[in-house]
C-alpha cells in the first residue's frame, strides 16, 4: 500500500479526504532558525558530540489525532540524542519547486540540550512528518521524505519501541 494513503493500522484515508478537511499544505508552516548557520553549517551540526538530551514536544491542534506517547518527551540517553542531531543534520534540502500533498497540523518541536551552556542552551529544530515531510531550523529547509530512518532513531532515543513514520504522523480519528 502507498504509505501516503494509510495513516495506521489500516485505516486508510485518501489525501483527497485529508484535503477536503482543510488541511494546510507544507507551504503554510513557518519557522526560523534560532541560530543562523556559521560558516554554512548549522549550529546544532557543529556541536553534536556536546548534545546531552532532547526533550520532544508535539503540537496536534484539535482532537483528531492520536498517539502512542506523551505530548512532552525528555530524552536523556546522550548517545541516541546525538544520533538524532546527526540524523538531523544529514538529511538532504528540500528540493526549490517541490510540489507537497496535503499536510497535517501536527509538528513536533525537538530542543537539544548542549552541555556547558546556560538553561537549555542548545538547538530547537522543527520537525512536519506529513506533506513534505519537513524540518526547520538548521538553516535550509530539509526534508524527511525517503529518509524515515530519522524517524526510527527520534522513536529509539524517546524509548519508543518500533517507532516509525507512523508512529510521529499520527493515527486520524474520523468521525
Known amino acids: 500500500m502507498n504509505r501516503r494513503n494509510v495513516l495506521a493500522r489500516g ?23 534560532t541560530t543562523a548557520p ?21 503540537h496536534a491542534p484539535g482532537s483528531h489525532f492520536h498517539f502512542a506517547f506523551p505530548a512532552v518527551v525528555t530524552a536523556d540517553n546522550a548517545s541516541l540524542d546525538r544520533k538524532v542531531a546527526t540524523a538531523a543534520c544529514e538529511l538532504p534540502t528540500l528540493p526549490a519547486g517541490e510540489h507537497c500533498p496535503a499536510e497535517f497540523p501536527v509538528s513536533y518541536n525537538l530542543d537539544f540540550a548542549v552541555q556547558g551552556e546556560k538553561g537549555l542552551g542548545g538547538e530547537s529544530i522543527e520537525v512536519y512528518p506529513t506533506g513534505c515531510e519537513t524540518l526547520r531550523g538548521l538553516g535550509a529547509v530539509r526534508t524527511t521524505a525517503e529518509h524515515h530512518n530519522f ?5 529509539n ?19
Open 38 to 58: 556559521r560558516n554554512g553549517v548549522a549550529y546544532l551540526c557543529q556541536v553534536i558530540p556536546r548534545v546531552d538530551r532532547l526533550i520532544v514536544t508535539r
Open 157 to 175: 532515543a524517546m524509548g519508543l519501541k518500533r517507532a516509525g513514520y507512523f508512529t510521529f504522523a499520527g493515527i486520524v480519528e474520523l468521525g
Open 151 to 155: 524517524f526510527r532513531l527520534l522513536g
Open 11 to 33: 485505516a486508510a484515508v485518501p489525501i483527497a479526504v485529508v484535503a477536503a478537511m482543510g488541511l494546510a499544505a507544507c507551504a503554510s508552516a513557518t519557522t526560523a532558525s
